[in-house]
Structure formats: C-alpha cells, structure tokens
C-alpha cells in the first residue's frame, strides 16, 4: 500500500550532469554467480500493477524483469486494497498472473513467474506476500486467519512485508505480534522482508535468525522500476534464492528451506551459510605472481557479482600500495600486491566484507587459497 | 493501433558504454523560444494508456509530459479499438481524460490538458485524433463520416494520423482518399501528422501545403517514453505551437490557424512563416567584436532550443576557422569567426538550416542582423 | 627516480568507461579506411617539443601519437626560433629526432616517425615545413632561398604552414607571395595547410587547387594534445595519406603525388579523387532488406570512419523514417529505410556529404551500389 | 610559433560533460574544508620535470597544479640524477624554480612555490627531499651527510621519499637506518613519504608516529599527471598542511609542526589530531527533522571534500533504510533516518571513518551534535 513518489528530480533547476543531447543508460543486467551445489536465482517477490494500486499493466512488469536480469518474478496484487476497482472490476484474482503466465518474452529468455498475493491487513497482521498460490480468490476471506490457512493449504511460501514501515511501526522497529507468532508456529508464515524497497531494518534480521524465517529483499514496486530505481543509479532490491536448479519447484524448495540473500545494490544480507560461500564465488582470483626480485606478491581480484564490494584486510600481511580497506566495483578487476616478507607458494587471503551482514553487526571474513603462478 | 516493440537491447551482449555501477540519465527538459507575438506550447496530442491499447495508467502519461517539460498534453484511446475490455469494460469513453483533468502535477506545473479520441478505422478513412473534444462517447458512431461529424459538432480540432503508415500504405506514401477530401472540403479534417513516433513523411508534408492543412508531430506512445525514446538518445515528437497565450482556447485556435512547427530531435518541420522565426530566435547572438589587429570577427551564437542544429553559410564572406557546415548543439554556444576583410559595424549573417525543412526539399535561409560592440 | 609508466589503454581494444568523481576519458584511437590500392596513413607533419618552443620533451609526441593510433609523425621544430636556448643550447638541430626514431615504442606499434624542421621567417617568405630531410642543420641559412634549396637537395617534402595566420595576414586570407611563387616553380614548395590547428581556410583550398599543392592538415602542437583537443571532445587535425604502403618511402611519395586529405574531426578535405573513395569506403552497406509486406527496403549503414559524418539525400526515392538530412556518427551504425515504390533487386544509393569539401563550396556525392538481399 | 593556450575550464565554476564519441572530462578540482585555527592547503612537494628525469618543461606543472586546484608546490628535481644533461647541462640547479617561481597563471590563482631538491643516493641514505631551500647546488655534496648538514642550514623541511620501495627494499618494508636516525636526532630529517605515487604504506605511518615525523603524501610524477592519473579516475596524492594563513612560511611552520594528513583519493592518513577535525568539517549536516508522525530523524549529511568516504555506524540507534556501512561520494549528499525510538531535540551522531587511518589499523571515530529543527 505504499504510495508511488515521483520524484520529479529533471523538473527542478539545473541536472547536475548535462550530457550532449540527452543521454539515458539503462539499467545494466544483473548476475550473481552460483555457489557450490546450488543455482542462484535472482527474484523480485512483491510487485503491483493496475490490478491493485500500481500504475502499469502487467507485462510492464515482465519487460522491466527482463531488463535486469532477473530469474524469476510475481505479481502480488493486494488482496483487500483495490484503488482501480471502479475501472477494473477484477472479479477473479488470478487476473494479472493469467496475462503474463505465458508471455512469449517471459517464455523466450526463461523468466519464471510464481502465482502471488498480498494479504493486506492493518496491525497486528500487517501486510504479508503468499506466493506459489494456485487460486488468489480462495484468499480473500474475512478473518485474516482463514487467508493465512488457505494459503498454507495451497502450499504457499508466506512472508512477513516490511516489518519496520513507519506507517504501522513508528519508531521503524519490527515488532512481531501474537498473531504473527501463532502462524509461524502454524507453518503459516516462512520469510520476512529484511529489505523492502530502498528500506533496510537490521531488526528485521534479528527476527529472521531468531525466528528460522527465510530472509527476503523485495521492490514492492508501483510505478516504474526506471523512476523509483534505476535513474537514481541504484537497481532494485532482490532475493537470491539458492536452488537445486532453474525451476518453480526448485525455487519454493529453496525459499521453504531458507537458502536466500537479500540485496540492494551493495548491501547483501543473509545467513553466514549463503552468504559466505556467495561472495567468495563472486571474487574470482585470477593472477597470482610475486614482482620480479621482490616479495611482494601481486593478486588479481576479478569481482564477478553486481554488487561493489568493500572489504578490508584480515591478514597478518599488509599491502604494498592499495589502502586495507578498498572497493571492486561491480564486473571490475582489482590488483592487490601483498607483502609476504618472504617467497610463498600459496597464500591464504583473508579479507573482511565491511557491506555485507550475517547477523545484525556481524560482517563475514571470507577466505580464498591462492596458489602462486 | 501500432504495436509496443521494445528493444531490449541491455540484454544483447555487451552495453557499449560501462558506466560505474548503472548510471542512467533522465531526459532533459524541453524547450524552445517564443516567437514574436506568441507564446511556443510544447505539445504531444497522440497518446494511450491502458483504456485503449497502451500499457500505462493514465498518470504516468502526466508524470512522462512534466519530465519532458511538455505544456499539453491529450490522450487519445482508440475509441473502436478496445484490446483490454474484458478487464476494463470502459462504458465511459471519457474516463482516461477525466482521471488526469485534475491531477494535482499538472496543475501545480500549469501542464494543460485537451479531451481527446482517435477514430480508428481502416483504409480509406484511416486514423484520425479529435482533440478539444466535449464527450467522446458521441463520437462512437457506425458511420465513419458520422463521427466526423459529431467531432465537428464539438468544434474539435482533427487530423490524420501517421498518413504513410506501411501497414495501411505498403509503399509508405501517403495519398489521400476521397472520404478524406470530402471531409477537409466540410470543415471536419485540420491537420496531418507529418512526423508520428520516429517516422517522417516528406510527402505529408507536401499535402499540408498543398491542402492547408495543420503540421503535426506526435509520440504516438503506447508503452514508456523512456524505453521507446529517452533511452536511446531521443527526445518525443511533438508539436510545437504558437498560441497567443497559453491556454487550452489559445491552443485550439492556433492550431485551427496552422501556427505549428512538428519537431523529432533536430528535425524540425513546418511553414516557413513560423519555423524561420522559431529559428532565429532559436539563436542568440551574445557577442561580436573584432580580434585584436585583424579584420576577422568573433561573433558567439547560442542555441537556446532542444535541438541540435546545422548550418551551412550564406554569406560572401568565409570562416576564419569553422567549416562552413558546422553544428550548434541544443543549449550550447559556438564561437564563429568571420573574414569581414574590412572592420565593419554590423554584419548581416545569413545562415542556412540544413536539417529543417519548409518543403519537402526547401531549408529556410536565416538571418540576423548582428552589431558589432 | 621511478619511471614513467604510460598505459596505452585505449589502444587494447575497447575502453571502458569509467565515470564516478572525477572521470576522464581519453582518446579514442583515430581509424580510417583504406581505399582502393592504397593504405591510408593517420599523420601529423607539424608538432614541437622544448627543443623549439614546446613544452614537452620529445618522448611525449610519441606516446600521444600511438593514444591516437597515428601512423606517422614529425618534429618540426623552429630552425630560427629558439626560445629555450639558454637552457637548452640545441648545437645540433637533428637532436629531437635523434631522441625518439629508435624509441621502443614506436617501434612496438609500427608507427613511423619522418625527421622535419620549421623555416620559420616571417611574410613574404612565412613559415614552411620541411619533411624527410636528412640534415636539420644544413637548413639554417642566412638567406630564406637557401633554405628552401637546401630542403630541396635533401629530397624533402615541403609545405606552407598556417597560410590564413591573422599575425602575419590580418584579413585571415592566405595570399601567395612571389617568393613562394617561385619555390613552387622551382619545385621547392610541395604542399600547404589547408586546416592548421583549429582553423580551416577554404582560400588555402582554393590554392591548393589552383596551384597543385599538396592538401595538409596538422595539430602544430605546442603544449599537450590532451589539453588542446582531447578534453575539448576533438582529436588532433591530421592529413590522410594515401600510400603504396606503410613506410617512408612510400608516404614522401604519396605527399609528392598529392594523394592525401586533410582532416579535422568531422571536416574532411581533399582532392575528389580521393576524398570521394574515402568516404566511399567508410560507409559499408552492412544489410539490405525489403520489410516484409511493403515496398519500403530496410539498408544498414555502417560508419567505419572516425569522423561524424552528415548526409544528404540525392536520390529520386524518399526515405520512411529518416529526415532527408541525417548523420551517421563515427563508428555507428544506421538504419535508413528507403521508398523504392516496388520492389527492386538492387538501389543505387545517392548521399551528398555535407560536411567534406573537394573545393570551397563543392561537397562530394557518394554513390554506392545496394544489392537486396 | 603559435603559443599555447591553456583553457583552465574546470577552475571556472561549473563543467559541462560533453559525452559524444570520443569524450574526456578533466580533473575536478580539489576542495578541503579548514579545521579550526588552519587553512587547509593542498600540497604536492615532489615533482619531476626535463631539468631532471621529468618529461615536461617546469610550466606544465603550474598548469597541472592549477587544474588540480593546488595551493602550494615544489619542482624536485634529482640532485645527482640528470639524464638529461646532454641537452640540459644544467648548472644552476635552482634552474626549474627561477622558471616558474614568478609565472604569472600561478601569480593570478595565488598558487604558492616552494624552492625544492630531491638528495637522490642509494641505501642506506635513500631519497630525500629538502623544501624551502635557498640554494639547490650548495646541496651538491659528495658525502650524503653534507646534503643533509647544508639543507639544515638553509633551514629546508626535509623528508624520506618512498620509503617502501621495492627496488630498494625488496619486501616493501621501510626500514629507518642507522644514518637517518641519525639525521632524525640531528634535525635534519622531519618527514616521511606514508603515500607516495599510488603506494601507501602503514609501516611508514608507524614510524612517522614513533619518530615523530610528519606525514606526507606526494604524486612524485615524471609524465603527465592526467595520464597518471586523472585518465584512470584519480586525483593525484597530496599533503593536507594546516596553516595559520596561505604563504609560504606559513605552510613550512605547519610541516614542521607536524600538522599534515596526507591524501590519496579516499584514503587518509595523518595523526588524530588533525585527521579527526578534517574529517568532522568535511562532513556537515544540512538539515535534521523527524518524519511527520514517526520517531525516525531524518539527518542531510553533505560531503564537502573531495573525497568519497567510508562510513560505520557507531550508535545505539539504528537506520530506518541504510545499511550501517555506508558511502558519502565527494560534493553529494546522503540522507540519514535514524531511528531514535523517542523524539528528541539533539542527537549525537557517531561514525567511524572506515578508509581512514590515524595508526596502521586505527580507523578514527567521528562526532556531530545533531539539533533536531
């Protein structure tokens, strides 16, 4: 039920960059790695259109997906909040699923798209996603407990939609309510959005850890993915679900069992287990040599994730010219010259990733064995 | 009635230029001078949204127009082309104009909006935009000439869209039928789109000379401006008029008179009466003085409009550095530097615009009477 | 003591585009095609360095010649102007030759360097460069005629510098002297500049017409090419030259021959007979399609040039989309569609060249013949 | 004979980017805030031009320093290495300072020029540069311990250049010799290099904290700086000096004071004392209101150095959207929501510096009271 914000930045005074003509750079595609065992799956779980409060047709949501990459997407259109109804009557739910389901792009480049619904509920329900649905007008049901039951009787995954919102949680903070807590017990409620649109609630972590539930990064998009998102050169929020491989079933059964990261842009939040194993495939070392007559041994670091990384030396080594703490960008190549005092045949590099987060203050220290040329 | 046809083309192999993380840059803000006597509107009066065949809600038509600077705007659905009336019935064809009339960013950026419908029929009646209509419903007649008519009874302004259209004009030459030379001789057709979507017809050009009738340009949007346009480096079609002031009334009679340029990038067309004083004051000369012991003045010509414009001399006298074909890019400034042979008090510079045409092959010649300080 | 390392990235295929803070981006390296029995050389004939009144020592104009991917360059410094003589006694004038013909990288990326002087005396005699000398020193004479004799009886290539230089022509109209009159008589002046730094005179085309002189365009660079065009958005002026092969040899005998054009970024000049193939060349006719269902032929136009180039349309048919007046940009591609009427299996293309001269007011019109696929 | 122009656009005011092909932006001038009781002045004291191994006449480095937008600079040139003086006998080695010293670029834009050498040995005596000499030849000395006695008297600020470098430490570890302690006790050695070109060592900053030496950060640059640097997206490394006022004595009273940080694009390095304060002015905080209804503080924090920076949050309260380690990019601002849980009306926000250093792992804790609007 958040409202679209345009924010109307070209309307105001003067553009800070003012390029020939007008230039315009789409949003680059995105692309993780995948981790030992497991395919890694780029979802945007919560998205609306005209069906509910959004402001564009269901296939813009298929096309925007396919700008970005993404693996797999749903449209989860409120359940009780229906804005367009006057216009569009939508009489079965299932409506806007139906329009994309079998779109010849979504077919073409392999974007799966999960059956989804937003029960939208005030406090001390709050607005929860079901998603892998098989009929959303079983959903709509008076007592919010009966949607959360019908939904498990589909064999949905469920989960908790921006927990800190200040609208329902003024101070920001989560706060998980008894009726939450029944359906957890239920099996009626698996994840909880740790990221939800350009918000992220470390609390909301916490929850997720104490709680087993599946972390999640959702764009909770309305308007335009370009405007709320990529102009500002960010991309959207999204989950990366480790799956035994590229389908729906596989997909729930990765959610079901907790295997995601949630991530926006820089900032990757998960359990140390996907979390760990993620970044260290995402840094591929692809050099190893020591300088001629020195010991200083020079590595390169290829970052194969979207995602900048900031990391910091955990090693007792120390650099020969890059500062302990230093960035690679996103599909860029970093030299690292490391000081071994003495020739080695292999090193163990130990580095700290300052922007991505197991636990609340938790950073993950990843290590890789680099054999020298 | 033409398709969306998004070009995905971030997804095809390598983006030529890697910015950063993902840069993106919104289009700049249109604008173009006023002319002498009149106010210049900036205008798009062929669009759709979801209540015919495009795939927007109608807001994001409004929020598209404020980020291009644009002052009116029209949506024009097809009233006999209804592609998504299983879920959006839409008894009222006055609906999409009646959810923006009085959206609250258009009005706090005075952004004027005509009540507006294509009648969409096929050869040899073709596709025609009524704007400044009362109630589009009465326009929904058997008769194509019915609804012609019932446009008129309006007092609507109507012109022929996309007139050399392939799919109804395979050899892509406009001719016009006898229906439609019927309708110009009672009164009921006022314009042709000379430029629609990225598509220029020399040839409707002539017929607008020939019959008197209004030059337009127009989007033709059905999907998003930034991915049809923007995102490739372009601006939208528009037309621009020259109305006594800016109002909806003012509008309408400028239009009725002819008082248009059509504009796609750096292709302006139009009559000759309006597009050379749009041109002239278009540039600016902001300086002209001699260089220090020689006879070679330095004059700076600025580009105060949207569009790139190339020029080639007119005058007996040479460059002391420019080619003679030379460009001044939209909102920059060129230094030009002429051989006067003698120090004179004012110079008459007489330039050629190479990419604006009067005729299907006639470039206005301009002049501007320079003084030197 | 640490040394100077300079990274030729540009030239290592393609240059990523590295924009945050403070971005920069370097030259694209400059690409010509051949033409028909001939290799075409990227030169420029006229530079300086701190052994006349540069600012750079010798070693640098080779490594900004291979950032623009030049084939052939000279140092010309002043013979009678020899500002940092204090610092720099300079007894023998062959000196900034001598430092860089055997510099590794020139050698590495094949590019050949010509050993010149500047006769640098001022009107009537002007300043004229002498190119492929063997001595620098024998040029320095009392006497203007003996210099030039002396150039001579070295075989050198010589050619009038900056003819339109308003400190010594104030009306910036290049007047040929006696003296010169009678170096071109007695084969002693082979070539002049036609573009010189940022300038272009189309009355030293003229002369070179009437007079058959070589066609030269040079940077005449004194301080870095970075700073007086890189980071303006231009590249260096350079001649084109039209050679047997790439050597020596082979461009002295072409710069005799008069085979070259001069160009400046989007300005080309030159003799018809070889600006016309260049042009030719550099626009590859890479698809030629009917759309289907129409009479309308769908031709893709490939610039392979490095220099923008604007075309007119000269022929019968009219295009579709395209205003008749259009620019394919260096190394891009364009799409035309062209309204043959019925269907034909091959289109004689007809496009004037806006921005190229063969003489003062005379654009060449390229012709290409298009076989349908 | 054509003098060059060099166009300072980035000094005057704001730069338009001019993307077309073949774009280049130049280096945005450098800005740091005061610190209360100084005048922050940026310094590079460690160049090289053709009167030593350099390969630019000395005004290039004017130029350089001023596109930069440097306050105070040295031309260093080696002592005992001139490869060049075949050329450039070089006699008075006070030569490349006389020739810039009074250049009147530098004049106009109140750059200051310190009289500089580079006493270039092998080890154990190394590289030193003595600053605010009198007199270059008298520092020509066979012994090393002379160099350092006469640079005393002349009262110069000397320091140890390059301290790690490999090819005279092999294992990039400073190691302080017997002769430098010696110069340290005698007064005659004041400062150590901790970055110098694109190396920074912390085992450099650890002596400088045990030897009580100052902090120093320097380009050393022999080329170009754009090719060095800016064309890769750098800045060039710079001293930070903290003066009572801008001139010369003012700055050397502050070198040997100790009050420096030395700077390499987003990392810096100095003691606490004044690396703290440096970095609590360059971030100021623009605005701080509670969201309507919420007890979340929204807090505008504007960077205004040109360094991007590094934050970690260091409070009991949370973020309502940011991830805890978070960027502030050179000249942009970044919007804060803390989650205060009650409303207050001051706050005391906490962030540790992330890329900065005071010690070899001691990153520096920084302070702002918020007032709440």
Chains 1, 2, 3, 4 share one sequence.
């Not at 939508?90 to 994309?100: A, F, K, M, T, V």
């Not at 491989?245 to 991530?263: H, N, Q």
């Not at 490391?338 to 990843?366: H, M, R, S, W, Y």
Request: hydrophobic share 40%; with cysteine.
């Amino acid at each position: 039920m958040k409202k679209i914000t345009v924010f109307l930045f070209t309307l105001c005074g003067l553009a800070l960059i003012n390029a020939q003509t007008h230039t315009h750079i789409s949003a680059q595609p995105l692309s993780y790695p995948n981790i030992e065992g497991y395919v890694t799956l780029k979802a945007d779980l919560h998205q609306h259109t005209v069906f509910s409060d959004g402001n564009v047709w269901p296939t813009i949501r298929v096309l925007e997906a396919l700008r970005e990459n993404l693996d797999l997407i749903s449209l989860t259109e409120h359940l009780e909040y229906q804005p367009h109804s006057a216009d569009i009557p939508h009489p079965d739910r299932n409506r806007s699923y139906e329009l994309i389901k079998a779109m010849e792009e979504a077919q073409e480049h392999g974007l799966l798209i999960a059956h989804g619904s937003e029960i939208t509920r005030s406090e001390p329900v709050g607005h929860s996603n079901a998603i892998f649905i098989t009929d959303a007008n079983q959903l709509i049901q008076d007592k919010p407990a009966d949607a959360f039951a019908q939904a498990k009787k589909q064999n949905a995954f469920t989960f908790w939609n921006h927990p800190a919102w200040h609208a329902q949680s003024p101070q920001g903070i989560p706060i998980l309510s008894d009726f939450q807590k029944e359906r957890i017990k239920k099996g009626e409620l698996h994840g909880i959005e740790v990221i939800n649109s350009v918000d992220y609630a470390q609390e909301a972590l916490a929850l997720a850890l104490e709680h087993n539930l599946t972390v999640m990064g959702t764009s909770d998009i309305h308007g335009l993915i370009d405007w709320d998102y990529t102009e500002k050169g960010n991309h959207r929020p999204i989950t990366l679900i480790f799956a035994k491989e590229k389908s729906l079933s596989s997909a729930k059964e990765a959610l079901f069992a907790g295997r995601t990261v949630a991530v926006y842009n820089d900032l990757l939040v998960g359990r140390e287990t996907y979390l760990k194993p993620l970044l260290e495939a995402s840094i591929e070392v692809t050099k190893a040599a020591y300088m001629p007559d020195t010991q200083v041994l020079e590595i390169e670091l290829q970052n194969n994730s979207s995602s900048d990384l900031i990391f910091e030396n955990q090693m007792e080594y120390t650099f020969y010219d890059s500062s302990p703490v230093f960035e690679i960008a996103a599909g860029t190549t970093k030299k690292l010259l490391v000081k071994t005092l003495e020739i080695k045949d292999k090193l163990n590099l130990k580095l700290k990733a300052l922007g991505c987060f197991t636990a609340p203050k938790a950073q993950p220290v990843l290590e890789w064995e680099v054999k020298v040329e």
